[in-house]
């Protein structure tokens, strides 16, 4: 069974940093892109950055310079590094994986990954 574990998190004052990391269960998902969603209270769940096995990434346009995406060596760890966060940050954060291996297209629609961890909460206070 795949499994997508979130850690990080937590409660953070604005204009600090967090880091979510997402590990895969399969040695298989080294080829998948990874990424992260986020859901706001009574909100959409939005895409907040992606990256392909080989490191290409996207992000949404409206957290580029502030949040950074990478995967670690064994490529089944991604990781988000979050600074200057926001009160508008504050989501229940998602790590997702995508539907085919060696995909090099990084897509930001929901519908285009198949695989999602359970979520683990941002709360950033003002």
């Known amino acids: 069974q795949v499994q997508l574990v979130e850690s990080g998190g937590g409660l953070v004052q604005a204009g600090g940093s967090a880091k979510l990391s997402c590990a895969a269960s399969?040695?298989?998902?080294?080829?998948?892109?990874l990424g992260w969603f986020r859901q706001a209270p009574g909100k959409e769940r939005d895409f907040v950055a992606a990256m392909n096995y080989g490191g290409g990434s996207t992000y949404a346009d409206s957290l580029k310079g502030r949040f950074t995406i990478y995967r670690n060596k064994d490529k089944i760890t991604v990781s988000l590094n979050m600074i200057g966060l926001k009160p508008e940050d504050t989501a229940l954060y998602y790590c997702?994986?995508?539907?085919?291996?060696?995909?090099?297209?990084?897509?930001?629609?929901?519908?285009?990954?198949?695989?999602w961890g359970q979520g683990t909460q941002v709360t950033v206070s003002s």
């Open positions: 997702a994986a995508g539907s085919i291996a060696k995909e090099i297209v990084v897509r930001t629609d929901e519908n285009a990954y198949t695989y």
């Open positions: 399969q040695r298989a998902f080294s080829t998948y892109v």
